[in-house]
């Protein structure tokens, strides 16, 4: 009858992980945050004109969102929510949204603006080299 027990505490500790987050369960940190690497240098992004000024761009790929607060003042972050971990999805009316449940984000700082998110989004460092956005996480 151990069977049922682990797949009982498997179960559970799931469910935990998924509603406190990756983050604040300990499971990750920002400087591992898309799972490929940790500081291994800038990631080029492509033309900082991509984003507009008051909103915002995401890169799936890369799993970063990059937004323009003011003209030339970029910011990056993480864009996996704090909560559940989801990508979130776009910047609309000056902030980032996370489709997944509700949680939104100010495009100046990362802040938490609507929950259920319980964290802001990690920080990353953003250049603009040649016209193009460099990103470094960690």
Same mark, same amino acid.
């Given at each position: 009858?151990?069977?049922?027990?682990?797949? @009982? @505490?498997?179960?559970? *500790? *799931?469910?935990?992980?998924?509603?406190?987050?990756?983050?604040?369960?300990?499971?990750? #940190? #920002?400087?591992? =945050?898309?799972?490929?690497?940790?500081?291994?240098?800038?990631?080029?992004?492509?033309?900082?004109? =991509?984003?507009?000024?008051?909103?915002?761009?995401?890169?799936?790929?890369?799993?970063?969102?990059?937004?323009?607060?003011?003209?030339?003042?970029?910011?990056?972050?993480?864009?996996?929510?704090?909560?559940?971990? *989801?990508?979130?999805?776009?910047?609309?009316?000056?902030?980032?949204? *996370?489709?997944?449940?509700? #949680?939104?984000?100010?495009?100046?700082?990362?802040?938490?603006? =609507?929950? $259920?998110?319980? #964290?802001?989004? $990690?920080?990353? @460092?953003?250049?603009?080299?040649?016209?193009?956005?460099?990103?470094?996480?960690?």
């Amino acid at each position: 009858m151990t069977e049922p027990t682990a797949s @009982r @505490r498997t179960v559970l *500790c *799931c469910a935990a992980v998924a509603l406190a987050g990756a983050t604040a369960a300990g499971c990750s #940190s #920002s400087k591992q =945050d898309d799972g490929k690497s940790t500081s291994a240098g800038p990631v080029d992004l492509g033309p900082a004109a =991509d984003v507009p000024v008051g909103g915002g761009k995401v890169y799936k790929e890369q799993a970063v969102v990059v937004t323009q607060p003011a003209a030339g003042e970029y910011k990056a972050f993480s864009a996996k929510c704090t909560h559940a971990g *989801c990508l979130v999805n776009g910047v609309v009316k000056e902030q980032i949204q *996370c489709l997944c449940h509700g #949680s939104r984000f100010g495009i100046s700082d990362g802040a938490v603006q =609507d929950g $259920p998110a319980p #964290s802001p989004l $990690p920080a990353y @460092r953003v250049a603009v080299q040649n016209g193009n956005l460099q990103v470094t996480k960690g």
